[in-house]
């Protein structure tokens, strides 16, 4: 076969070399024929490349375990299905068949809940920015609601009047936990006083009844002590009301936060071996929930894990569609998938495995995007053999935020399967085309047909 030409030039292979960490192996190959027992080919025959393929099965597992390790160690855990990890509604499905109810943090995503036929009672509505409208209609479904500020409470108290009843809510707090940075910006901080001042205001206003706590310190959340601090200074304030105002806290909500087995970027060690497990989270919570609360006190334990049940089950399947080499004699891949589907390569460095086996030695590569923008790099120093046009590049985990997140920027976003449990592929999100960006916009009359 006639092979393409390249200019030769002359660049130190640094393969094979020792660093700090591990050798990097000169002809070491990262293969994923398949996922689940389909093949990657057959994946992109059907439904095309860029392509989201999800695993249902381990989606259930993930869910599964999570389940196990709290509930097998403390009797009252519910989980909330965080909506902006990922809403596709047969995840949010999937997910609420295993037992979860729906956490959401905005109108959109309470609208979306209720769409997937989640009745108000079974959605924690929290975050920064519920309008008054949103607030209403949650008050009237149901929904248990965790309050960001004082602007909010004011919301709530004039919908008690309108409504002539009192409201049931939780306040969310934030808190050092020895994490950080500290996730100040949502909720009540608890060391200054704030929200203890925040609840003396909701007890003063009578119109409102503090029934919850709630606190999210961060995502991927490498250390369990930190949830140790977080459950002591919870239960140590929901006494404190408990004597204080005589409000009686039905519900801890610990937010989410525990990690994937992802590689954050600057972490040396690999996933398994720098992550704590699920049964170790579980361990810590639940020893913290037992020296801290009154026995015979067994609030309701809320759990809003995200990337920590959906990351590792989804895929992205892209395709190398240019190779080349850059100015200084880096070897470079253009890929059909860049930052507007892997908004999240900003902080994680994907494992990206070939469809195939390629031969050659391994070479320090770049990956990028076709969003013609320098930032759109989905890795870099990444150890390839020379690939050639075709090749299919599985990124994983990418489960969690990277298709809400993903953008339309400059290209449409692309189908998503689902593999079930017995290797059915299923379509659960078409992919988009022209009229998907085009649907909303308006041209004015003098405009048509260019002006002309
Ligand atoms: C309030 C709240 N709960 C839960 C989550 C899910 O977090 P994670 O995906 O880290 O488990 C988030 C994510 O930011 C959040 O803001």
Known sequence: MKQNYEKPIIKKLQTGLMNKFSRSPAYARKVRAEIDGVTIDDLVARHGSPLFVYSERTLRQKHRQMHTAFSTRYPNVVMGWSYKTNYLGAICAIMHQQGSIAEVV?????????????????????????????????VREGAMINVDHLDEIYDLEQIAQRFKRQIHIGIRLNLDSGIHPQWSRF???????????????????????????????GTF?????????????????????????????????????????????????????????????????????????????????ILESGRALVDEAGYLISTVVASKRLADGTRAYVADAGVNLLFTAYWY?????????????????????????NIDV?????????????????????????QTQSMQFIEYRPACVLIGE???????????????????????????NGGK
């Open 349 to 373: 460095k994907f494992n990206i495995e070939m469809d195939r086996e390629v031969g050659g030695i391994n070479e320090h590569s770049i990956v990028y995007g076709p969003l013609c923008m």
């Open 221 to 301: 959340i490498m250390e369990t002590s930190a949830y140790a601090r977080q459950i002591e200074k919870m239960v140590g304030f929901a006494y404190e009301v408990e004597q204080a105002f005589g409000f009686s806290m039905e519900y801890l909500d610990i937010g989410g936060g525990f990690p994937s087995k992802s590689r954050l970027k600057g972490v040396y060690l690999p996933p398994e071996v720098a992550l704590p497990s699920v049964d170790e989270f579980a361990e810590t919570i639940t020893h913290a929930l037992s020296k801290a609360l009154r026995p015979g006190d067994f609030p309701k334990l």
């Open 106 to 138: 905005s109108a959109m995503e309470y609208q979306k809940a209720r769409a997937y036929g989640i009745p108000g009672e079974k959605i924690i509505f929290n975050g920064p920015h519920k309008s008054l409208a949103a607030l209403e209609i949650a």
């Open 422 to 448: 017995h290797g059915q592929v299923d379509l659960i999100r078409e992919p988009e085309d022209l009229s998907d960006i085009t649907r909303r916009e308006r041209l004015p009359e003098r405009l048509v």
């Open 187 to 217: 909720g009540f901080n608890l060391e200054t006083g704030q929200a203890l001042e925040a609840v003396k205001r909701i007890k003063q206003g009578g119109k409102l009844i503090l029934n919850g706590l709630h606190c999210h310190i």
């Open 378 to 402: 989905t890795d870099e120093g990444v150890p390839l053999p020379p690939l050639t046009r075709g090749t299919r590049l599985i990124f994983s985990p990418v489960g969690a935020y990277s």
